[in-house]
């Protein structure tokens, strides 16, 4: 047979001294006030009535009403369901870009990044003015992201696929990447994939800034020409090529209409 919990147990005994208080209670009223012409109260009365004064003090709720715990659930933040964002540093390439993002649950999340450079424009570090330069480039990125503590909020990982066509000339990156754009012009297409890490800070219940990091990595085939406008081509390339992802994102999120109770 099982035996019954510490606290159930402690709660019989209360109520059994109460019913043996009320039982002498009772034939003390019986020989006392009864015999004045008083109505002797009841025994099952004067049990009622210290009961519910034990009630009333929450000593014997274990007995006479349960109650379960108060359980406060945080649900995942409602500003999660659909999100849209710039970066900053794609910004500062002179790149138009805009990404959504989608709430697939409280922990993962599904977007994507479209980002537009139609004009040419130089890097500050670029002083080489006798060089033609030309940059611009058409990018879409779906992403998958996870969030540890739930969408929208602090730390996250992620992985993308990216396609990126290009058309650029006589660019000097900076410590020497990309050293083939830097005397001829290319035009083609990249694609691969990365992964990244990043974090998000709220600043209320619609914004938030976000810092991540990470790399890409694909595989790239373009044609080669002499100059920025040249329309004949003087080969082709193929190979494989690492990316960096950065981004400083500045987001605004559409919140769940929540219902009144």
Known sequence: MNKLPDKAMTSIRKVLATAILGFFFNTIA????????APAPRADDVLSQVLDTLTRSGQATGVIRHQEPAIVYRPHNPAAVFS???NL???????????????LG?????????????????????HEEALVKK????????????????VSRGHFFGANLLWLHYNAAGLNFPWGIY???????????????????????????HWRIEALLGVAGGWYSDDTFRCESCGQ???SRTGAALLPNVGVNVVYTFNKREKNN
Do not use: C
Request: proline content about 4%; overall charge positive; hydrophobic content about 40%.
């Open 135 to 150: 940059w611009r480039h058409l990018s879409v990125v779906p992403e998958f992201r996870y969030y540890l503590s739930e």
């Open 89 to 103: 540093a794609y910004d500062a390439t002179g790149t138009m870009n805009l990404s959504v993002e989608f709430a």
């Open 179 to 205: 050293p083939a754009v830097r005397d001829q012009r290319l035009q083609g297409d990249l694609l691969g994939g990365g992964l990244f890490y990043g974090y998000a800070f709220p600043l209320g219940r």
């Open 233 to 235: 081509s003087t080969g």
């Open 84 to 86: 849209i964002r710039n």
């Open 106 to 126: 409280r922990h993962a999340s599904l977007g994507g990044t479209f980002g537009l450079k139609p004009w040419d424009r130089f890097f500050f570090w670029d």
């Open 30 to 37: 019986a020989t006392g006030s009864f015999a004045q012409g």
